[in-house]
C-alpha cells in the first residue's frame, strides 16, 4: 500500500461532466504533484504545489483545475474534457528543502484511470 | 535529443541473472536522480534516490551516478520474477522521467 491515497481509482466521465480526483497524504511533505501517465509512457508532469501554493503549470488546458485546500490534500477538477484526455492521472508528494522543489524524491499514489467517453 | 534517453526493451533475463537498466542525459542541470518501478495498474514506487556521482546499495540494487559522462545506472543482483515491472529512471530537480524500460524476469 502506498502512503498517498488517490481516490476513485477509477472513472468514466462524458466530455460534459464535471468530476474531480483527490489526493492524500500523512507524511508531512509540503509539495505535492499532478501528472499524467499514457499507455506506455512515462508520467509526464501538469502541476506542482508548494507550501498549498501554485508553483508550477506546465501548460496545461483550463479544463483542468488544480486545488491545494490544505497541506494534506490535493484535487484536480475536470470539466469539458476530450477523449485524449483520457489517461492515468497519478498524484505524487515530497519533502521540500532549501526551498529549492525537486531535490528529494517524489512519493506515488496509485493514480486514477479516467476514460473519456 | 531527447533529454533523458533509455532503453524501452523489453529486456528478456532468466531468474537470478543480475540486470543492467541505463539512462543518459544531456543537461548538466539535473542533479537528483531517482529510479522507480512501476507494475502494471501501479503507479511508480521509489527505488533508490542519489545525487551525487558514485554508487548507492540498498539490498539487491544498486545505483550508479557518473555525471562526467551524464550516465546512471541501475543493477539487480539475483533478480526475481517479482522483479517484472517497467523500470523508470527520472531527474528529479527538472522533473523529467526516461520513457522507460521493461524488465521480464523468466523462472
Known amino acids: 500500500d502506498t502512503e498517498v491515497t488517490q481516490t476513485p481509482k477509477h472513472l468514466v466521465m462524458?466530455?460534459?461532466?464535471?468530476?474531480?480526483?483527490k489526493c492524500e497524504q500523512h507524511m508531512g511533505h509540503r509539495a505535492m504533484y499532478w501528472y499524467k501517465q499514457k499507455a506506455k509512457k512515462p508520467p509526464e508532469l501538469m502541476f506542482v504545489y508548494s507550501y498549498e501554493k501554485l508553483s508550477i503549470n506546465e501548460s496545461v488546458p483550463s479544463r483542468f483545475s488544480p486545488e491545494c485546500p490544505n497541506s494534506s490534500l490535493l484535487n484536480l477538477?475536470?470539466?469539458?474534457?476530450?477523449?485524449?484526455d483520457?489517461?492515468?492521472?497519478?498524484?505524487?508528494?515530497?519533502?521540500?528543502k532549501s526551498g529549492a522543489l525537486g531535490n528529494q524524491p517524489q512519493h506515488f499514489g496509485d493514480g486514477t484511470r479516467l476514460?473519456?467517453? | 535529443q531527447k533529454e533523458v534517453e533509455q532503453d524501452p526493451g523489453p529486456l528478456s533475463v532468466p531468474e537470478g541473472a543480475i540486470v543492467s537498466l541505463n539512462c543518459t542525459y544531456s543537461n548538466s542541470a539535473f542533479q537528483y536522480f531517482m529510479w522507480y518501478r512501476q507494475y502494471s495498474r501501479k503507479g511508480p514506487e521509489l527505488l533508490m534516490y542519489t545525487y551525487s556521482s558514485g554508487n548507492k546499495e540498498d539490498g539487491r540494487f544498486t545505483a550508479q551516478v557518473d555525471k562526467s559522462s551524464k550516465y546512471i545506472s541501475l543493477f539487480i543482483r539475483d533478480s526475481q520474477p517479482s522483479d517484472s515491472a517497467t523500470y523508470l529512471c527520472a531527474m528529479g530537480n527538472k522533473f523529467y522521467f526516461g520513457s522507460g524500460t521493461k524488465l521480464n524476469v523468466k523462472p
Do not use: F, R
Open chain 1, 14 to 21: 462524458g466530455m460534459t461532466n464535471k468530476k474531480s480526483l
Open chain 1, 77 to 84: 477538477h475536470l470539466h469539458a474534457l476530450q477523449p485524449e
Open chain 1, 86 to 96: 483520457s489517461a492515468l492521472y497519478l498524484c505524487a508528494s515530497s519533502q521540500e
Open chain 1, 115 to 117: 476514460s473519456i467517453l
